[in-house]
């Protein structure tokens, strides 16, 4: 990680943080979930970086980016995507993003057209209206302002016991970001989302959406998702929740790898 690029890019008058490998390679970039940032895609980041140029902002409210007092709804951080895009001179990257950032990436990929060349989306935050409001009248929020008062070791303590079958290093990345993550952030749980359907109808380049078995977006959705957008592949990986790139590190790996391997051949830029 110490030959990777660091910069700051303002989009939307919002100073954008990334972290970049770097080299004349197919750029990817990725997108992480809310209570995230950049660095905790440091693994996955490690596995592309001989093949692809990937880069890894925070979003505005997390972790070394900037903190507006307002923008946080996917329209914002999706119109930070692709200004970071172009300030960057980019050419047509691949987007992977995560729960937060997997919807920040379908987003994107609907308004940018042909800017971008596919989208992974791992658990996007697709969710009813039902369970958009129900996660938004929850003490979600509460326990994350209850997680700022504590030190480092404290989060570290409790994120290992309730995951033990992650690696010391990924766990202390999302210790950090959490404690980096603001709480203006959790505006983006305000109803409503953008309506994932006519959303993922609109998006005109290929799309992997990949699962756990426990996670947010279920096979039935799955499903009705890929009859709407003969675009889509799925792809279900078991044993695993909503962090299903956390939980399942070499099996997301694998499923995505050869995504990413088809989309770059298949574009003419490619």
């Known amino acids: 990680m110490v030959s990777w690029i660091t910069g700051i890019c303002e989009a939307n008058g919002v100073q954008i943080y990334y972290r970049r490998t770097g080299g004349s390679k197919p750029p990817v970039v990725l997108l992480h979930g809310l209570l995230g940032n950049g660095a905790c895609w440091t693994p996955l ?5 001989s093949e692809y140029d990937v880069v890894m902002p ?4 997390h972790g070394s980016s900037s ?9 914002d951080h999706a119109g930070d995507v692709i200004e970071l895009i172009q300030r960057l001179g980019l050419s047509a990257p691949i987007l992977l993003g995560h729960s937060m950032g997997g919807m920040t990436a379908a987003v994107a990929a609907s308004l940018a057209g042909k800017l971008v060349r596919g989208v992974v989306l791992a658990d996007p935050t697709f969710l009813s209206p039902q369970r958009q409001r129900e996660v938004y009248d929850s003490d979600v929020a509460e326990q994350h302002r209850r997680l700022l008062s504590q030190d480092q070791g404290e989060v570290l303590a409790q994120l290992r016991s309730r995951h033990t079958r992650r690696s010391p290093e990924l766990v202390e990345l999302i210790a950090s970001a959490r404690l980096q993550t603001r709480m203006n952030a959790f505006d983006v749980l305000t109803p409503p989302n953008p309506d994932y359907r006519p959303l993922v109808r609109t998006i005109a380049v ?14 039935e959705t799955a499903g009705e998702l ?3 957008n003969s675009h889509m592949r799925v792809e279900l990986i078991p044993d695993a929740g909503h962090g299903v790139h956390y939980d399942q590190p070499e099996r997301f790996q694998a499923v995505v790898r050869p995504f990413l391997h088809s989309v770059v051949a298949s574009s ?3």
């Open 45 to 49: 980041a490690r596995a592309l970086e």
């Open 58 to 61: 925070d979003a505005r409210g």
């Open 67 to 75: 903190t507006p007092l307002y923008g946080y709804r996917y329209e």
């Open 206 to 219: 290929p799309i992997l959406l990949v699962i756990g078995d426990a996670g947010v977006v279920s096979l």
């Open 226 to 228: 890929q009859r709407l």
């Open 268 to 270: 003419p830029s490619g």
